[in-house]
């Protein structure tokens, strides 16, 4: 299994996460469509904060049920971390902010996430 490294724009907030990804979500809910995320879903032991979790902001909207993780100083939404609706604990990583994946050649899955 390949692992990433993915950050913000300004490095303060970086990560590692293992996984084949050939797709990813993309959601026109308010937060969704205006921070332009492509995400991709993976489980929390493929995932590894490089950064403390102090140094990392959280925003919280509608049902506070996702954690939306982003940098302070550059704005960047890099993860999300919640409970997925079989129950486990999942991590939705912005693949936008992984550098060595071809945003292109991903398959592109529509949520419609305006009228959840």
């Not at 990813?24 to 809910?29: G, K, P, Q, R, S």
């Not at 979790?53 to 940098?71: E, G």
């Amino acid at each position: 299994m390949t692992t990433h490294a993915g950050s913000c724009h300004c490095g303060k907030v970086a990560f590692d996460v293992e996984g084949e990804f050939s797709s990813a979500m993309v959601c026109n809910c308010s937060y969704c469509r205006r921070a332009g995320h492509m995400l991709a879903f993976t489980t929390p032991d493929r995932f590894r904060m490089k950064t403390p979790q102090k140094d990392v902001s959280t925003y919280l909207f509608n049902k506070q049920a996702i954690n939306h993780y982003f940098c302070a100083n550059c704005g960047i939404a890099t993860h999300g971390g919640g409970v997925a609706p079989d129950g486990k604990q999942m991590v939705a990583v912005n693949l936008r902010c992984v550098p060595d994946i071809d945003l292109d050649a991903l398959k592109i899955d529509k949520v419609d996430g305006a009228k959840f």
